[in-house]
């Protein structure tokens, strides 16, 4: 993977970890959703600031991603987009409070060891 691939690689993961990012601070303004509530759940989401700004992310981290798909292959650029679940652990931990315990670490170890084998050239 040459830099200028890897590059964009990065925009279309940290575009669509912005975009979950985005999603879930609309989603804990919306609140729960239950049987009773489904339908202005629904009706709320294009009101709701925050979401239509992570759906816009997640539009642009698509387009980066298209884009890097007409010069990667997609056996090494599908599985390198998991680099984006080692910054959703962080934002969550980092700025939301949310627990993330060793075992979890571990786990995004291990796809850090995987994402640099698959994109490691000689």
């Given at each position: ?39 202005n ?63 979890r ?18």
């Open positions: 993977m040459t830099l200028q691939e890897f590059v964009l690689l990065l925009m279309s993961v940290l575009i669509s970890v912005a975009g979950q990012f985005f999603l879930k601070l609309g989603a804990m303004r919306l609140g729960k959703v239950n049987a009773g509530n489904i339908i759940h629904i009706l709320s989401i294009v009101t709701t600031p925050e979401l239509l700004i992570g759906l816009t992310c997640y539009a642009l981290g698509a387009v980066a991603y298209i884009l890097l798909l007409t010069r990667v292959n997609l056996s090494v650029a599908a599985p390198a987009v998991s680099v984006g679940y080692i910054f959703s652990v962080l934002l969550g931990c980092l700025i939301l409070k949310e627990p993330v315990p060793l075992i670490l571990l786990g995004l170890g291990f796809i850090v060891i995987g994402v640099t084998l698959l994109v490691w050239q000689k």
